[in-house]
């Protein structure tokens, strides 16, 4: 087995001066750097006391489920001469909160629309989206499945 390494940093940025002395006294934003790449803004979500205008960890998560997903997709329409020239995906995701405040994914469903040249290639561009969610890193390292449902068309 093959491992990658991956690093990241979080830098909260939401101390109002008192740090955490009380559940509304701080902000939830924070800065996500990776090295050589432009920083994300972040925040929780708006339900959490979050700033609606900075990115959430889990729109990040369905937004890495989406990404990959498309990356493998596009990889394996390659090989097969399959060819892409527009996708994209409007995923979306349900977090269940539970009684005690915490809280886990129960489903995501992925919506590509795909754009291949040939009519011919329909079929094959539809049967891909399994394989993709098949070798997808992300989707094999979550505990529920991720559902796809497909478009495409052709132009």
């Known amino acids: 087995m093959k491992n990658h390494y991956y690093k ?7 101390n109002k001066g008192t740090g955490t002395s009380g559940y ?5 934003s924070h800065i996500v750097s990776i ?3 432009t920083d994300i803004q972040g925040s929780s979500d708006p339900s959490f006391r979050g700033d609606k205008t900075k990115h959430n960890p889990e729109e990040m998560f369905l937004s890495s489920l989406s990404s990959c997903h498309m990356l493998w997709y596009l ?10 020239t527009d996708y994209k995906d409007e995923a979306k995701g349900i ?8 809280g886990h994914f129960t ?23 399994h394989k993709a969610n ?3 890193f992300i989707a ?9 449902i497909p478009i495409v068309l052709v132009k």
Not at 24 to 28: A, H, N, S
Not at 95 to 102: D, F, L, P, Q
Not at 140 to 148: E, G, L
């Open 8 to 14: 990241t940093t979080i830098q909260w940025t939401g």
């Open 24 to 28: 509304r006294d701080y902000d939830r």
């Open 35 to 37: 090295e050589n790449k």
């Open 75 to 84: 990889h394996f329409c390659s090989e097969a001469g399959i060819i892409v």
């Open 95 to 102: 977090m269940a909160e539970t009684a005690n405040g915490s």
């Open 107 to 129: 489903e995501v469903t992925l919506y590509p629309t795909v754009t291949v040249t040939e009519e011919s290639m329909i079929e094959k561009a539809e049967q891909l989206h």
């Open 134 to 136: 098949e070798y997808c």
């Open 140 to 148: 094999n390292s979550v505990n529920f499945p991720v559902q796809h």
